[in-house]
């Protein structure tokens, strides 16, 4: 069982970078998708989530209308698109998700603690 995100690199302020996590070892669209990300010195914190029963998505205020989280089961993929980046998203991106849940939990899912199996990070850096 594996999660895998990429994507990650360098960016201006204001460009756009598409994040991947692709799955292995179990079947993706069963499970509720989240999107970590943790700045050097900062605690880990998360940034979307997208169910896999009705495909709702889940955005923290900080970044509501520019990422956009998007899954294609056939792939075993979730994808994150983030647009007009800003120097404060640098960070190293996580997804996660955790056992048996197929859907996001509407009210914390940006908590960590909920979940148990991680992906390798990806860098990314937005430079000003």
């Known amino acids: 069982v594996q999660l895998q995100a990429s994507g990650g690199g360098l960016v201006q302020s204001g460009g756009s970078l598409r994040l991947s996590c692709a799955a292995s070892g179990f079947p993706l669209d069963y499970y509720a998708i989240g999107w970590f990300r943790q700045a050097p010195g900062k605690e880990r914190e998360g940034v979307s989530c997208?169910?896999?029963?009705?495909?709702?998505?889940f955005y923290v205020d900080s970044v509501k209308g520019r990422f956009t989280v998007t899954r294609d089961n056939a792939k075993n993929t979730v994808y994150l698109q983030m647009n007009s980046l800003r120097p404060e998203d640098t960070a190293v991106y996580y997804c996660?998700?955790?056992?048996?849940?197929?859907?996001?939990?509407?009210?914390?899912?940006?908590?960590?603690?909920?979940?148990?199996?991680w992906g390798q990070g990806t860098l990314v850096t937005v430079s000003s």
């Open positions: 997208i169910s896999s029963s009705d495909g709702r998505t």
């Open positions: 996660a998700t955790e056992r048996g849940v197929p859907d996001c939990r509407s009210g914390t899912y940006y908590r960590p603690i909920h979940y148990d199996w």
